[in-house]
């Protein structure tokens, strides 16, 4: 494995989306990969017990409906390495600002803002600078999962892709005593601890093949705060780790943290049909 200086690196994450440059990396559209059958020893719930698993999560929901938070990256493929830190906030999952920084530099170089599923990428590296259309639409392009940035964020944070419906979920309890968790809408699944109060892992297919595109693995530490998170795309070599420094939920933040003042010298770049290329 190659070690690339900061410099390279750069190239290899503006390749990707900006808000989702993390995640993104972790989609496969070409993975082969299925579900796997629910264990026969497995016990179905009924729904009162499915719907108390979705109340006991539900304290992390509106705990985090804003949030800021600071994270180390390190992002794993067979020919690449790239580590940093990413300086994160967002609010309602509908406006995020993301603050990139190499390591060990005080400095980002690289600031996204999405606003109402609008982004805005400043790249001090390159002194240029990008913004038009981010939605749901721009993600399927990009890793072929039809998910929204924030919903990326969600489970960026221990969180299911969607709130939970109750009426779309299947319940199980595992042969461990975990529980299960099986979202219809998305094809999804999520398994809690023993409790039902916080994900342990999930795994998010394509909605309409069902290929398995990225399992998350989540650690938490001894007080219940989610401590790191391990993604990788099954049968690929591709491994994000991320481990929290901070994470404050329910955080206040005004209108002007979202709102970004672009340098006169920065050179906007190319964009077609209203929809910047990313």
């Known amino acids: 494995m190659r070690h690339r200086p900061w410099a390279l690196s750069c190239r290899l994450f503006r390749s990707l989306p900006p808000s989702l440059f993390i995640i993104a990396a972790l989609f496969c559209t070409s993975c082969a990969q299925h579900f796997a059958p629910i264990p026969r020893e497995a016990t179905r719930l009924d729904q009162a017990a499915t719907a108390d698993v979705v109340a006991n999560h539900s304290q992390r929901e509106q705990l985090f409906r804003s949030f800021r938070g600071l994270f180390q990256f390190e992002l794993l493929t067979d020919q690449h390495q790239a580590k940093g830190r990413i300086a994160v906030a967002s609010r309602d999952y509908a406006q995020a600002r993301l603050d990139i920084f190499p390591p060990g530099a005080p400095y980002a170089v690289m600031l996204i803002v999405l606003w109402n599923e609008v982004a805005t990428v400043i790249d001090s590296v390159e002194k240029r ?11 399927h392009q990009a890793t072929g999962l039809r998910l929204s940035p924030g919903e990326l964020l969600r489970l960026a944070l221990g969180l299911p ?8 979920l299947r319940g199980y309890r595992l042969p461990s005593g975990s529980v299960l968790l099986e979202d219809g809408r998305s094809t999804s699944r999520y398994v809690f601890d023993q409790r039902g109060t916080r994900i342990e892992q999930a795994l998010v297919a394509e909605r309409f093949s069902h290929a398995a595109l990225v399992e998350l693995r989540y650690g938490y530490r001894e007080d219940g705060q989610l401590e790191e998170i391990e993604a990788k795309v099954p049968g690929e070599s591709t491994t994000l780790l991320l481990r929290v420094e901070k994470l404050h939920g329910a955080a206040v933040m005004q209108d002007s943290l979202f709102e970004l003042k672009v340098p006169d010298t920065y050179r906007s770049k190319r964009q077609r049909s209203g929809r910047a290329e990313w």
């Open 129 to 139: 600078y990008s913004e038009g259309a981010f939605t749901a639409r721009e993600v």
């Open 161 to 168: 892709a969607r709130p939970f419906d109750d009426g779309s």
